[in-house]
């Protein structure tokens, strides 16, 4: 609606995972890093957390569109799944048809599959994300997929995203084994003011916008509101960029977010 407005081919905020907005502060810089290393060194486990809208989910799909020809994946986006359920997806997802609907025939087939691409020097990665929602007895399934390996690698990388909680449920007793097999992790924190202003910059830019309509006082309004969460910041200053809109100026400034925010809340200014 405001972007012929704003002088933007699209809308620079939606809360969609489009890679092409992702701003990598130092700290999704180091997850994406650690996320490569992993995947290069065929390290097995890698866990990145962070809390909601920190911009995981994103950073994931950034990942996987980066990875090379030489590389197979798997996401799986919904963990709600039985150990078996969650199997099928992964075997599915590789585009794999094991002879019955059994786990040991799903077992068999992706461990052929492994062993087949690993001598042609590809490998193989599964990204689940949301895992703390994942049940334990899943994690143990998942757990056991690590066990596919040669003498000297593991023929399965896997990348479990998940909430901060994630961490608490990986101190479940029976999951001690699956926390020593964990060789990489990071942690997505909230963004930093400077960081607000650097997000909102660059996804104002991809969207086709020549200039920063947000005030230096608005952006902290929007760092304040937001506690840098980027998923609140792009709700924030979407919304407002229509009160600007709406109120027929280019200049967002801190009352225009505070409208914003009242609009959001339900609240008449």
Same mark, same amino acid.
């Given at each position: ?30 997850? *994406?890093? !650690? ?6 060194? %065929?390290?097995?486990?890698? =866990? ?17 569109? =980066? ?13 709600? &799944?039985?150990? *078996? ?23 068999? !087939? ?22 703390? *929602?994942?049940?334990?007895? !899943? ?15 593991? $023929? ?12 608490? @449920? &990986?101190?479940?007793?029976? &999951?001690? =084994?699956? %926390?020593?097999?964990?060789?990489? %992790?990071?942690? $997505?924190?909230? $963004? ?5 202003? =650097? ?7 991809? !969207? ?30 979407? %919304? ?10 280019? @200049? ?11 609009? $959001? ?5």
């Amino acid at each position: 609606m405001y972007e012929p407005f704003f002088g933007l081919a699209e809308s620079p905020f939606n809360v969609t995972p489009d890679p092409r907005f992702v701003f990598l502060s130092k700290h999704h810089q180091a997850a *994406l890093v !650690a996320m490569r290393y992993g995947v290069e060194r %065929r390290s097995g486990f890698i =866990q990145i957390t962070g809390e909601i809208g920190a911009g995981k989910t994103t950073l994931s799909r950034m990942f996987l569109q =980066q990875l090379g020809e030489n590389v197979h994946s798997s996401l799986v986006f919904n963990p709600k &799944l039985s150990e *078996l359920e969650l199997l099928q997806t992964i075997v599915e997802d590789f585009g794999l048809k094991p002879k019955a609907k059994k786990r040991k025939d799903y077992f068999d !087939a992706l461990n052929y599959f492994l062993l087949e691409e690993s001598a042609k020097g590809f490998n193989s990665i599964v990204v689940i994300d949301e895992a703390q *929602l994942l049940s334990i007895k !899943a994690l143990e399934q998942i757990r056991l997929l690590s066990n596919l390996e040669t003498t000297t690698q593991k $023929l399965l990388q896997i990348i479990l995203i998940g909430q901060p909680e994630f961490q608490d @449920v &990986l101190k479940h007793k029976s &999951l001690k =084994q699956l %926390r020593q097999r964990i060789t990489v %992790r990071c942690h $997505l924190p909230e $963004l930093s003011f400077e960081e607000v202003g =650097q997000y909102i910059t660059h996804r104002l830019n991809v !969207a086709g916008a020549q200039e920063n309509f947000f005030t230096p006082e608005a952006t902290q309004r929007i760092y304040e509101l937001s506690s840098g969460i980027p998923r609140m910041v792009n709700v924030l200053a979407d %919304r407002a960029m229509l009160a600007a809109y709406a109120k027929n100026t280019r @200049v967002i400034d801190p009352f225009v977010v505070e409208c914003a925010e009242a609009d $959001l809340q339900g609240v008449a200014v």
